[in-house]
């Protein structure tokens, strides 16, 4: 299992990533599960019909920007952004299928924002496009606007767009060390880019035989595990 001489050993790859996000996120060990998880998803989620937002629900000064800089190394075409235009974050996704971590989603409102809102809206799935008119060439031209995104926001960000959300509650962390730990350091940055690099090889070598997967298989054999754990409880 390598491609060229690299090893894509999607367990291990898991476990670097819960490692990472459990060293910079003071969260419950659950919510770094998800993260890693999603995290591998960002590269293969082309193959899916549909692919759900991250929706970092976080208090003032709970460290949502933390999360947002852990996360956007790591996943596929990470963008790390405040505040986007509608016109910036279709084309960021339609040039190079960006993953879009937003910061201070909370400022995105249906009066200022309506345009961005409505790419949000439906750019969690598979054929969302945006369309425009180029007035040099006398067409409209759609972008494609569907790729993964997480939203970091102090408030609600409205039943709509939450629908197409896994909500992850982030709050202040009362553990000093986490906020003397930067994501951003030249080292630390430099190990994520090569969990990034491994992340990319895995998808070119395992994405083909995960998408193949019967999904309902899998569902009968974790309902069969659960079962089991059950009767011997």
């Not at 993260?35 to 991250?54: C, E, K, Q, V």
């Not at 180029?134 to 039943?159: C, H, I, Q, T």
Request: with cysteine; charged share 25%.
């Amino acid at each position: 299992d390598k491609f060229f001489g690299t090893p894509s050993d999607g367990a291990a790859l898991f476990r670097k990533l819960k490692d990472r996000f459990a060293y910079f996120c003071d969260m419950e060990e659950h919510w770094h599960t998800l993260l890693a998880l999603w995290a591998m998803g960002t590269h293969i989620y082309t193959a899916f019909s549909a692919f759900p937002y991250i929706f970092l629900w976080a208090e003032a000064g709970s460290g949502k920007t933390r999360v947002l800089k852990t996360t956007s190394p790591l996943v596929h075409m990470g963008k790390h952004v405040e505040d986007p235009s509608a016109a910036s974050a279709f084309r960021m996704v339609d040039a190079v299928n960006a993953t879009l971590c937003i910061d201070e989603a909370d400022k995105l409102t249906p009066d200022q924002n309506a345009e961005l809102l409505g790419i949000l809206n439906t750019g969690y799935e598979q054929g969302a496009t945006v369309a425009r008119y180029n007035v040099d060439k006398r067409m409209l031209e759609e972008f494609n606007a569907y790729s993964p995104k997480m939203l970091a926001s102090n408030r609600s960000l409205g039943n709509q767009l939450e629908s197409r959300c896994l909500r992850i509650p982030v709050q202040r962390s009362s553990d000093q060390s986490f906020g003397e730990r930067e994501p951003n350091d030249d080292g630390h940055r430099a190990s994520a880019l090569d969990i990034h690099q491994d992340l990319t090889i895995w998808a070119i070598d395992k994405g083909s035989e995960i998408v193949s997967l019967d999904r309902h298989e899998i569902m009968a054999k974790y309902r069969d595990r659960f079962k089991d754990r059950k009767s011997v409880v």
